[in-house]
């Protein structure tokens, strides 16, 4: 089974330096030669969304706002047709982190995980400011809030099922992996995604 994990949290808070430590080297950027809003970064197992390399802002955020939908339907033609390449989708950051792409996913029997990363109020300020980063407070706040409330949907529900002739719970897979993000470096927030997926 195909598994994505979509990786969200805060401006700043290490999203893509943490994928591109899972992303490693001898990957390659895809753009699809008809359309420019399909990118994609392939290095087998693993496909990422948008291009990495390319300078401070990689990942997903180098697709455009309404490129969801060309991208999408080019993995589902190319990357589902070769499960024997390609085990495991990331996307990164806020692009694809909608109900529509979980749908999409899920409507596909894909297995869909999020790992949200966070920090402190006074390391995401130093963070900020070590980048040169100077965006506007209440966006930033949307931004927190908008991965928070993604990140909720892969939580379990409150109560498990369970049959009611057997009174047997049914296990439940976990799908979100919190990470707080102050102590570790990106190498290590890497592994922890890695193993969560199973990959």
């Not at 033609?77 to 909608?98: C, Q, V, W």
Request: charged content about 25%; overall charge negative.
């Amino acid at each position: 089974m195909h598994t994505a994990i979509f990786v969200v949290g805060p401006p700043g808070v290490g999203k893509t330096s943490a994928v591109r430590e899972i992303l490693g080297e001898g990957f390659v950027n895809f753009t699809h030669p008809e359309t420019k809003k399909v990118k994609w970064c392939l290095n087998a197992p693993w496909v990422f969304a948008g291009h990495y390399g390319v300078g401070t802002f990689d990942g997903a955020d180098t697709v455009p706002n309404d490129g969801w939908v060309p991208c999408m339907e080019w993995w589902e033609k190319e990357i589902m047709a070769r499960p024997e390449l390609y085990s495991h989708t990331l996307f990164d950051g806020d692009r694809f982190s909608h109900a529509n792409c979980q749908k999409f996913l899920e409507d596909r029997g894909v297995r869909v995980l999020c790992a949200h990363l966070t920090a402190s109020d006074e390391v995401m300020v130093a963070r900020r400011a070590e980048r040169g980063s100077n965006q506007n407070a209440v966006w930033l706040k949307g931004r927190v809030s908008k991965a928070r409330n993604f990140a909720n949907r892969f939580l379990p529900p409150e109560t498990a099922l369970f049959d009611m002739f057997s009174d047997v719970e049914e296990e439940v897979e976990n799908r979100l992996l919190d990470i707080t993000v102050e102590d570790v470096t990106p190498a290590e927030v890497a592994e922890k995604i890695k193993e969560f997926v199973g990959c």
